[in-house]
Structure formats: structure tokens, C-alpha cells
């Protein structure tokens, strides 16, 4: 950057109050309703700019600092590019963290909830955060979460909300289930605690009939979401294409089910392995002897103990137990002896997997733990040191085990390395010769021509687990009847409210409070008239903040959860502005509950976000902020030491929007500075309001207009930072222009200063304000249309022409931009300066590209 803030060393003008001028503009704003979006009759184009809203833990803290600033600027820019802007705020209000610190305080959730919102909501308007407040929700509000339990309803219609049984993450510390995604290496999101695993009867979301969509409609966002986020979706996602394939279990009537992406390697399957916490292990060790059973059972409660993580760690010991039952191979018909083993989880497909140990490393690895066969079945031959074969071969040549890259010249040796590559199908009958694309092909076919399988698809992504076992969250809206059939609470009768927590136990146990509230979870069936008891559990928080986007257009309708007509007007969102820590979470459920309403006929679009912005983190020295480190930077403390402007300014040119910031390195003090040589520049300005801008200082007019025309690149680009230092060159340039001689009376610097005040009202809106008020115009400055560049401003009369002698720059001058080659050598050639540093030197070689550069080769 050409400019820092630590260059900017004149003092700010006492007798000028920044807190008195955040709050004269707060409340001009507040009064005039500055900020909320036009109606339908407004016919400006449309933008509707969102962040990721906050949850109300209590002060806002940095990190919210930079996430609301970044929305903040897009919004401001698009209402001063001729915009209907629609930038709302609301809160995540429900959630764990305000049930754990009611059950601290022996309090009420509502209470910490909502007292902490308007803490932040205050904190909001100090930062001069151009919000529309009529939108304003809690998720909390039962005129919400009424919604949500529309959806849910809504969901359960088309089939897609079920009620199942099945192993479960489960949090010991906050007595709650936790979806997949909830549970970071092994241990709870939330709270750190250990992850176990639970037998529960629990309600999903089926979000896998949507994953082929969620996967290729990714391809609409290229150039618009981060890369990166687009690749952990993929990632999550994760569709594997191959085949379902039935084994018949010797016993058992009814055949299993295997997903495989090699089904050309059927022929090298040679023993089955189940998830020991699945239903089928426990079905086929039910008439083991005694003794299996016993160690069955061991094992399964070791087994339980353990993460899915640590189960999927490739460096761990392989472990199983033998099940006593054979499975039939349905290409050869070899028997194969089924094992337990908690490499294979329970809710992947059936939770059996064939095991084809000679190509793929973990079913080798366990292979030669338990002495299993192994059959090579590819050979992958490739030529390597002494061009000896990389397998195992027979005294005929033909490769019998899996081997290693690493050979002598002399032997081949094995050393428990999976053959994983491309190669040619061996000992596979028909199949033999086949390249892989080809087999795999062949190998569907025969399967479908024998009855014992067919092509298929799998996914790592599993149903969306919505049940939680605590008070604060939305009820979920579901009747139990005697009999044991569920029926849904009728529309008519939603919302079913949370009671009062009053003789409630609020604490973790395993089961959720709302069952032990007796009044509330015993009612009567509306249609039957039958006693039923409320479903007790409450739906995860993800589900509120999957749909919120769309509650913004009709935020205060008791009819609907949106308006059709209003969707069509602002959705989807145009630019979302959040942490990359959402990447998978959030945005994944939030596309999904949008391509539901788009097939319900309610939206017209399939993806919620057009754009996506993420910012990087805030740290201190290099750590991550938190109260137990004691490094916590607390933005009430900023915003009441350095006033909300200058706080946006050090925030904003502190980086690149993606990359962490030290909250070290910020200068603020540098940032006020530089603001209170903004707003005296204004203050001295004495040409008329109504001065044409067409004549006055030609340098100053040429560096307002390029900064006009760079500005909206930098700003769509996001390089905010970049702009800031645009900003500080025409204040210095505006300065030296008024000290030169010029004067303030020079439309050119009426001009410049203007142009500053309506750009500065991005990113330090109350000076900007402050400014145009000074320079003579009405408020609000966040309204006005920026300036257009003049093109004819925008053509260098004159170019900064570099000479290096050696490689170093020995002189800089200024040329006309016209200079031909041989004027441009011929002046570096009697240039002072070029001359003492060539000396006595000889020149070898001149390079010339006019008007720029000259480059003089030397030696001697």
C-alpha cells in the first residue's frame, strides 16, 4: 500500500465529539428511517445483502465486528449505485448455550436470551450498521417458530420428516444427540466433551433423496462461493457411483445388500465384514455358540465407546471378532467368513461392507491381522527399479498376494501395501484382460443378468438428524398415541408454544425436560379426541436458520412464513456474508430446505445464496480470542475507546476480507487520525454547492476520477482494504493541493472532498455524514448516487518514467504519456543521476518501453 494510517500524525479536532456525532446520526437515521427497504411500488433494481445472523451470547465481539462491517459496505455501495437495498437483522436465539447458562443461573432461557439481545442490538446501532429494524426476529419467538413447525409439517407431507431408530451421537455432558457435522474430531461442537454413541428413537430430515441435487447444482455457484467451500460441500456430499450387490447368508432367508464402487473386483472378495453396532450383527450372532456371542458382546461395548472418527483412523490397529456365519460370494460361490469390525460404520448402507483385501488397504490391513485370504484380482504391473513385477507372483507368473512398490532387483517383496491403481483384471474370469472402466461395466451387467445386483449410486451424506433432547428449541409438532402411532399436530393449532419453565429441571438427563412438564406434554388429540402425549424433543437450531433468509420478506405475516409474491421480488439472497466455518453445516441444510420450497411450488429459485463472502478470523498475537485464554478484545471497549469509525476503518484496512487479523496490528488510533484530516478537508472547503465541477486543479481532478472509476471493481471484488488506501492517497492529495497555493476555494477540491465523503460512507459513515453536512447538502449522504468518471480525466497526460542502471532505479521523472523510445533513452541518457551511476562503466545492453521504463545493462 502507498498509505498507512500510521502516517496520518494530525491530531484530531478536540471540540468535535465522536461519540457525540455517532449518536446526532444514529439518531437521524433512527427517525428517518434512512435504512428500510422500498416497497413494491419502488422500482429501483433490487439487492438484498445479508449476514449471517448472530447469537445472542452476550456482547458482541470482534469477530462480529468484521462480519457486520463487510455486509455493511456491500449494502451501502449498492444504495449508493441506485439500489433498493434490503439488509435485515435478526438473532439465532435458540440453543444450548442459553438453556446451559439458565440452568447456571437458575433462571429462565427467555430471560439471558433476550436480555443479551438487546445488549447486541444496541451494540449494532453504535457500529452504524445500516440495518432495516422493521425486519427484526427472534428465532425464539413463537411467531417464528411457528414456521418452523410448518416446515416441519410441511416436510412430513411429502415424506421427507421420519422417525427411526439408530445409533446416534450422543453428548454425555449436554445430554443431547449431535448430527454428524455437530461433532468435531470426536467430541461435541459445543462443549468438547467426548462423543458416544446411543441407540435412540429420533426424527431425520431426508436430505439424502436430495443429494444429487445439493451435489451437481454446486456447479450454478462456480466463480461465486469460495472455492474452498464448494469443495467441502462436494466433499460431504461425497457420491460414489458402482453398485448394490446382494450376498446370500448361509441360514438366512433373505440376502444382504452391499454397496461397492468395484464390483469388477467381486472376484478377489473374500470375506464379509458387518458394523458391529449394526442391526444385522446382532441378528446374525442371535444363534452363534455361547463363547461367540460372549466375545460378540465385549467387543460391542468396547466398540461403543469409540468415535466414528477414531473407527475411521487409517493408523489404528485393526480389531473384529469372528461372527460364526459364512457369506456367498455371488460370482464364484466361495464362502466367506463374516467378522465384526469397527472399521465399518453401522449407517453406511446396510453397515456391511465385502472386503477385498489384495486393493484396498484397510481390508488388507485387518486381512493380515486375522490371516484372512488375500487375492489379487488387478494386476497393476509397472516397470520400477530392475523392472521387477510389483506383486506376488506363483512359479507360473501368475500374481497370487498383494505386494509393494518397493522391490531389489533380485525378489519381489510384499509389504502390506494395497494394490490400488489402474491395471488389467486377472483371476476374474469373463473379466480377465478388461481395463477397469470396462470391467466394472461387464461386471454390472452380469450381476443384473443374475439376480444379484444392480448398477447404484451411495453417498457420505446421511439424513439430517433433527431431535434434541433439551427445553430451548422449537417443540417439534407430533402427537403419541397408546397404540404407538404418531399423527401430526393440525396447522389450525400451531404454534405449540414452549410452557413455562416454572417447576421445570431444566438440567442435562438424557431425556428432555418438556417430558416432565405434565400439563403441557398430555393433551388431546383435535381429531380423535384421544389422549396423546406432545412429542418431547425439540428441533436442532440449524433447522431455524435454514429458512430465516426468506422470514425477512414477511417478517411480521401470521399467514404464511413468507409471501410467494415477496421471494419473487428479493430472493435469493445477492451477496451473503458469513465464517467459513458454516461451509458445511449451514449452507448445506439451508440449500436443501430451498430445494424443497422450490419443488412446493412457493420459490422460483433452487440455490438460497448467489453470492457468498467469507471473512477470516480475528485473533490477538497470533491466538485465537477467548475469555479462558484472557486475550478477549471486547468491541464494546473498542467501539467507547476509538468510536465506531474509527474501529470499521482499522478493521477494514487491516487486510484481505478471507485472511485473519491480528487485532494487534490494527491501528485505530492511526484510522482516527486519518478521519480528522477528512473532515477538516471539508470544513474548508469554500466554492459554492452549485460550483461546476468542470474546472480547477487538473492532477487532483484526474485523482478524483480514478478513484471514481476503481472504486466499484474494489468493492465487488471485496478488496475493501485496498480502497481505504485509495481514499487515504485523495485526502493527502486533496491536502497538498489546498497547501500548494490552489486554496480551498478551487472546484477541483469541492470535488475531491465530496467524492470522499460519499465513498467514506461505507466504511466510516457517521464522519461521512458529519462531512456532507459540512460541505453544505442535506443529509442523508448514504443515499446519494456516486459520481460517474469522466473518461477524458482518465487519459495520464504525463507518466512517472523509471530509469535502473544494474537492475536499481537510479532516477524517476515525469514524461509526457506520448514520449516515443528514442526522446525517453535519450533523456535518461543526460539525466545527472543516470550519469554518476554508469561512471566509467560500458553498457551492454539498453532495454526502452516508452513511457515507463529504461534499463541500462552494465558491466566493469
Known sequence: ?????????????????????????????????????????????????????????????????????????????????????????????????????????????REWTYQNIDQQKQAFKSYGVSFDWSRELHTSDPEYYHWNQWLFLKLHERGLAYRKKSPVNWCPNDQTVLANEQVVDGRCERCGTEVVKKKLTQWYFKITDYADRLLDD??????????????????????????????????????????????????????????????????????????????????????????????????????????????????????????????????????????????????????????????????TTAPVTGAMPIIQVDEEGVPIDTGAATVDDQHPSVTGVALSGEGRMINSGDLNGLSKRNAVARAIEQLVASGTGRASKNYRLRDWLISRQRFWGTPIPMLHHEDGHVTPVPEAQLPVKLPSVEGLDLSPKGTSPLGAAESWVRTVDPISGDPVLRDADTMDTFVDSSWYFLRFLSPNSDQFAFDPAEAARWAPVDSYVGGVEHAILHLLYARFIT?????????????????????????????????????????????????????RVGMAFAGPVEDDKDWADVSTTGAQKFLARAMRLSHEVSSPVDVLFKDGNAALRRGTHHLLAEAPA?????????????????VNLTRKTIDSGAGASDPAVREAVETIAVMLDLIAPHTAEEMWEALGHEPSVGLVTWRQADPALLVEDTITAVVQVGGKVRAQFDVSAKISEAELEALARADERVIRAIGDKEIVKVIVRAPKIVSFAVKG
Open 1 to 109: 500500500m502507498s498509505e498507512n494510517l500510521s502516517s496520518f500524525t494530525e491530531p484530531t479536532d478536540e471540540s468535535l465529539s465522536v461519540h457525540a456525532v455517532q449518536a446526532k446520526w444514529q439518531k437521524y437515521w433512527a427517525d428517518n428511517d434512512t435504512f428500510l427497504a422500498g416497497g413494491e411500488e419502488d422500482t429501483r433494481p433490487r439487492k438484498f445483502v445479508l449476514a449471517m445472523f448472530p447469537y445472542p451470547s452476550g456482547d458482541l465481539h470482534m469477530g462480529h465486528a468484521e462480519n457486520y462491517l463487510y455486509s455493511d459496505i456491500v449494502a451501502r455501495f449498492w444504495r449508493h449505485r441506485g439500489h433498493n437495498v434490503l439488509n435485515p437483522i435478526g438473532w439465532d436465539s435458540f440453543g444450548l448455550p442459553a438453556e446451559n447458562a439458565a440452568i447456571r443461573r437458575g433462571a429462565d432461557p
Open 218 to 379: 454446486l456447479n450454478q455457484l462456480e466463480g461465486r462461493w469460495p472455492h474452498k467451500v464448494l469443495q467441502m460441500q462436494r466433499n460431504w456430499i461425497g457420491r460414489s457411483i458402482g453398485a448394490d450387490v446382494d450376498f446370500r447368508i448361509e441360514g438366512r432367508e433373505e440376502p444382504v445388500t452391499v454397496f461397492s464402487t468395484r464390483p469388477d473386483t467381486l472376484h478377489g472378495a473374500t470375506f464379509f465384514v458387518v458394523a458391529p453396532d449394526a442391526e444385522l450383527a446382532t441378528e446374525l450372532v442371535a444363534d452363534a455358540p455361547a463363547e461367540v456371542q460372549t466375545s460378540f458382546a465385549e467387543y460391542l461395548a468396547t466398540v461403543q465407546k469409540t468415535t466414528d472418527i477414531e473407527r475411521q483412523a487409517t493408523d489404528r490397529p485393526k480389531t473384529g471378532v469372528f461372527l460364526g456365519r459364512y457369506a456367498i460370494n455371488p460370482v464364484n460361490g466361495e464362502k466367506m467368513p463374516i467378522w465384526a469390525a469397527d472399521y465399518v460404520l453401522a449407517d453406511y448402507g446396510t453397515g456391511a461392507v465385502m472386503a477385498v483385501p489384495a486393493h484396498d488397504q484397510r481390508d488388507l490391513d485387518f486381512a493380515r491381522a486375522f490371516d484372512l485370504p488375500v487375492k489379487v484380482v488387478v494386476d
Open 595 to 647: 430445494k424443497v420450497l422450490f419443488d412446493m411450488g412457493l420459490i422460483d429459485f433452487t440455490e438460497p445464496f448467489s453470492s457468498l463472502i467469507n471473512q477470516g478470523m480475528v485473533i490477538l498475537n497470533g491466538a485465537k480470542m477467548s475469555k479462558s485464554k484472557g486475550n478477549l478484545v471486547l468491541f464494546e471497549d473498542e467501539l467507547g475507546a476509538h468510536g465506531a469509525d474509527a474501529v
Open 714 to 730: 474494489l468493492v465487488e471484488q471485496t478488496k475493501f482494504n485496498v480502497l481505504v488506501a485509495r481514499l487515504m492517497e485523495l
